[in-house]
């Protein structure tokens, strides 16, 4: 971030005074609210995600999804949050309201297109779960929060898109034309880029610190000071999404990458060209709705 001089620029209010963030889905709230409370059954959760139908049917579509490969299928949400657990169906509540409060369908337009952006999205969410689960580093880490974090690392261009269109497609346009990387034009237009947008979104949503984090720093992963091997995962995720032909841009240049991290996720090149058909193959049976 730019310095100034006086006293130092607290991102939150920079950028709440400029992009208006939406607040968490009401669903989310609640399910928060039901599953902290002593009296917490998969009845009560269920009856607060039934009254989102957007997001219960989303969630219903992801936990049929084949990732999951449960025997039978899911035609409840009551039985869906039996299955999965208070902790998993709110990491599943959560996708399912990105993509229902985020997903809306629109017609593309110049440099961004809804459907690969949200392929994008997706890819390096399931890159960044294969990874870490590859990875000595991540052992401790649960898969799903991961690749939550890969779906979420560039929602802040969609906030971008909904709450400053003209110059946000401006600055589009100037990193196409110029084949420089989206976020150095976003520092210079907006003196914030995507990624400070989403990190501070999931501040709002009261995500894991650790998942904004690696959401700021995902394009420079070195100059993470708390959590650089998640950001350095979702830097590496979000390449392979882009090397992949799934780009979350139009006819913009691919991020560089940064070789350091894969000392960082604690993953070679082998092993990487070794997990690439897993991850088409889980990207493919990911059954999102596009």
């Known amino acids: 971030m730019p310095t100034t001089a ?60 084949a990732y999951y490969g449960l025997p039978v299928r899911v035609s409840s949400i009551k039985l869906a949050v039996s299955v999965l657990g208070f902790n998993m169906t709110k990491k599943v ?23 690969a952006f949200w392929k994008h999205a997706i890819y390096t969410g399931v890159a960044a779960r294969a990874l870490g689960q590859q990875s000595e580093q991540f052992a401790d880490s649960n898969a799903e929060d991961l690749y939550i974090a890969g779906l979420l690392h560039d929602i802040g261009k969609i906030i971008l898109l909904e709450r400053a269109c003209p110059k946000y497609l401006a600055c589009l346009r100037k990193a196409a034309q110029s084949g420089r990387p989206q976020h150095e034009v976003e520092m210079e237009e907006f003196g914030f880029t995507h990624a400070d947008v989403g990190s501070v979104l999931a501040i709002k949503w009261s995500l894991p610190e650790d998942l904004a ?78």
């Open 6 to 65: 006086g006293p130092q620029i607290n991102i939150l209010s920079l950028v709440n005074t400029t992009v208006e963030l939406p607040t968490m889905p009401e669903v989310l709230t609640k399910i928060n609210e039901v599953t902290a409370g002593a009296n917490a059954s998969a009845d009560t959760v269920a009856a607060v995600v039934s009254k989102d139908p957007a997001v219960a049917a989303n969630m219903l579509r992801i936990v049929n999804s």
């Open 93 to 115: 509540a959560l996708k399912a309201a990105v993509f229902s409060t985020f997903g809306k369908k629109r017609e593309p337009i110049q440099h961004f297109d809804p459907l």
């Open 213 to 290: 984090i690696a959401i700021r720093y995902h394009h420079a992963p070195h100059k993470d000071p708390f959590h650089r091997s998640l950001s350095s995962l979702i830097h590496l995720a979000d390449s392979l999404a882009w090397q992949a032909g799934k780009p979350s841009t139009i006819g913009t240049a691919a991020p560089q990458v940064d070789r350091d991290v894969f000392a960082t996720v604690g993953v070679d090149q082998e092993q990487l060209d070794a997990l690439l058909p897993r991850i088409g193959e889980d990207f493919a049976a990911s059954e999102m709705p596009w």
